[in-house]
């Protein structure tokens, strides 16, 4: 009811720009307790608390915590995208690799980004997870590009012998996720883009 | 009341082995709950329906919920130890590292364990979980471990040019954690024990 009264006051333009900052506020806050507690320990009480609203007063932005939590993913890899430049299908695979080192460097000033994605890529591994169907195809989705990456390595023969292009794309993803793991236990043990960019190096000739 | 009277009748040798059957039960619990909904959100009333007990009947053998957790990892760690040979610091490195790809092998075997693993390690980043100084140890010791293995290795002239045994020490854990989530993601795309054999063929000659 204070909502509608409040929309009424200040017209769509003034109610939009406020209701976008609170939504930016709710999302900021959830990545935070997500990653802090997993997703299914986190309660939407604490996000909104965080924020200073109330629960119900949250649930008018989302409409529950499977909207919320889609929209902090959706809204993480949007932000990713456009800030590294990961060259999907470039030309010369090694572009690819060199945007995924790239990424692992990003992703050291972003530690709550990471510990989001370490806690809740575990949970969802459960197939009743709601962000399963998320993960899986998110998964897919990084195989075939990091996979074609290394088949066009291969083509311009730079790939090491009996390396598989495939299997070596399951590696780097799994490289970068436990390296995730050991760094967020202890940063100063690991440099996670220059762990990676090692590997590479022993994959592609003159990486 | 009833457990000292129960205690009494039956005598210290068959309440014994009673307890020690009902601890196996809670453990075996404890760990099917954790690793499905992670530590935090897993609960001791979930853990204690599942072997048909009252929560107080739970805590009369654990004390509280960070004690079962102590309880389900050592005894993990015992199970890994004594059913899979790692030959910890073998005079020949390659036998230690033969040793993961048996561990990982047999760690297909029981999902449910793996899953813990996981979602417990993402969970424990943070200082504040019961298990992160488990986890602190736990990582410090298998880096020291697979290091040394890969510094007799190349010791033996058998590592390859450019790689640095503790760093590559990283990455094999690194990369092992990593597959396990890719793995309880899809279990058809990957194969976690020849995905590491591979990775150690790249680093170690005639392995």
Same mark, same amino acid.
């Given at each position: 009811m204070t909502e509608t009264t409040e929309r009424a006051r200040r017209?769509?333009?003034?109610?939009?720009?406020?209701?976008?900052?609170?939504?930016?506020?709710?999302?900021?806050?959830a990545l935070g307790v997500f990653a802090e507690s997993g997703y299914r320990a986190g309660s939407l009480r604490e996000i909104a608390t965080r924020v200073g609203m109330s629960e119900a007063g949250l649930l008018h932005h989302f409409p529950n915590k499977e909207?919320?939590?889609?929209?902090?993913?959706?809204r993480r890899d949007g932000d990713d995208l456009s800030r590294v430049h990961i060259i999907v299908d470039a030309e010369d695979g090694a572009e690819?690799?060199?945007?995924?080192?790239?990424?692992?460097?990003?992703?050291?000033?972003?530690?709550?980004?990471?510990?989001?994605?370490?806690?809740?890529?575990?949970?969802?591994?459960? @197939?009743?997870? @709601?962000?399963?169907?998320?993960f899986l195809g998110r998964y897919d989705w990084a195989r075939g590009m990091v996979g074609r990456a290394f088949e066009r390595i291969a083509r311009d023969g730079r790939l090491r012998e009996g390396a598989d292009p495939a299997r070596a794309a399951i590696a780097t993803l799994a490289l970068m996720d436990g390296l995730q793991v050991q760094w967020l236990l202890n940063r100063d043990v690991v440099d996670m883009s220059e762990a990676l960019r090692e590997y590479f190096a022993g994959l592609v000739a003159d990486f």
């Amino acid at each position: 009811m204070t909502e509608t009264t409040e929309r009424a006051r200040r017209g769509p333009r003034g109610e939009y720009a406020k209701t976008g900052a609170k939504r930016e506020a709710i999302l900021a806050a959830a990545l935070g307790v997500f990653a802090e507690s997993g997703y299914r320990a986190g309660s939407l009480r604490e996000i909104a608390t965080r924020v200073g609203m109330s629960e119900a007063g949250l649930l008018h932005h989302f409409p529950n915590k499977e909207a919320l939590l889609a929209a902090v993913l959706d809204r993480r890899d949007g932000d990713d995208l456009s800030r590294v430049h990961i060259i999907v299908d470039a030309e010369d695979g090694a572009e690819t690799l060199r945007g995924l080192v790239e990424l692992a460097a990003h992703n050291a000033s972003v530690p709550g980004v990471v510990e989001l994605y370490c806690t809740l890529s575990a949970e969802a591994t459960s @197939p009743d997870h @709601p962000a399963h169907g998320y993960f899986l195809g998110r998964y897919d989705w990084a195989r075939g590009m990091v996979g074609r990456a290394f088949e066009r390595i291969a083509r311009d023969g730079r790939l090491r012998e009996g390396a598989d292009p495939a299997r070596a794309a399951i590696a780097t993803l799994a490289l970068m996720d436990g390296l995730q793991v050991q760094w967020l236990l202890n940063r100063d043990v690991v440099d996670m883009s220059e762990a990676l960019r090692e590997y590479f190096a022993g994959l592609v000739a003159d990486f």
